[in-house]
């Protein structure tokens, strides 16, 4: 998989560009001020972009959408249950005195049952990799995770926004954090994850699954 990581100041969050080599489609997750850098990686690898996936809504991860889907002309997803701080976005950057840019609208939520019927189209998929949506609230209500899958190939590569770090997990004192619903998603849906399973987080370095369940002080 092509996997393509952009953060720039003041947040230093990433944003990412994930590609199939095979067929050259792919998706963008989280753009924010990086926008710029993650249109580009897409442009230099030769990336048809199908889907812009945002892992939740705070302004950090969201900044970048409205250069993002008109560069792209393509749908912006989000977990319903952040639509109401998508909406505030521009009060959130306020909270942080910074100027921040309204929002094109969430085209389409994610949808959480059971899969696709069969015979109908992975609306997620890029060439021959799956994301899988889960939810993870508890950093705030509608954050998810993305776990992406090659077909014939059982191993997940996570993209979990800013619920788990390398070394630490996201922090639950914004509007509609938990600290024991944080907890509980880690637990039970990132660590259902084999140890050698690669986490990207919304900020900082990458590390596994193994790593966080064996070293991370808040989940030992
Ligand atoms: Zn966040
Ligand atoms: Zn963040």
Redesign the pocket.
């Known amino acids: 998989m092509i996997i393509e990581r952009r953060a720039v100041e003041p947040?230093y969050?990433n944003g990412f560009v994930l590609g199939c080599e095979e067929t050259r489609q792919g998706v963008i997750i989280d753009p924010g001020d990086e926008v710029q850098g993650l249109l580009a990686a897409a442009r230099q690898h030769g990336l048809s972009i199908g889907n812009i996936l945002l892992t939740?809504a705070?302004l950090?991860?969201v900044t970048g959408v409205g250069a993002a889907k008109k560069a792209l002309a393509v749908p912006v997803w989000l977990h319903r249950d952040d639509n109401f701080l998508y909406e505030r976005v521009v009060e959130q950057g306020q909270m942080f005195g910074l100027r921040v840019e309204s929002q094109p609208p969430i085209d389409r939520f994610y949808d959480l049952s059971t899969g696709i019927e069969a015979g109908k189209e992975d609306p997620l998929r890029f060439g021959r990799y799956r994301v899988k949506v889960l939810h993870t609230p508890g950093h705030c209500p509608g954050g998810v995770c993305l776990a992406v899958s090659k077909d014939g190939d059982d191993r997940h590569t996570l993209f979990v926004?800013?619920t788990l770090f390398a070394g630490s997990i996201?922090r639950t004192d914004l509007p509609g954090g938990n600290l024991e619903t944080l907890l509980r998603s880690i637990r039970e849906v990132l660590f259902q994850f084999p140890d050698d399973t690669v986490v990207w987080s919304?900020?900082g370095e990458q590390t596994t699954i193994g790593q966080e369940r064996r070293t991370n002080p808040f989940l030992t």
């Open positions: 947040f969050k939740h705070h950090d991860h926004g800013d996201g919304g900020h």
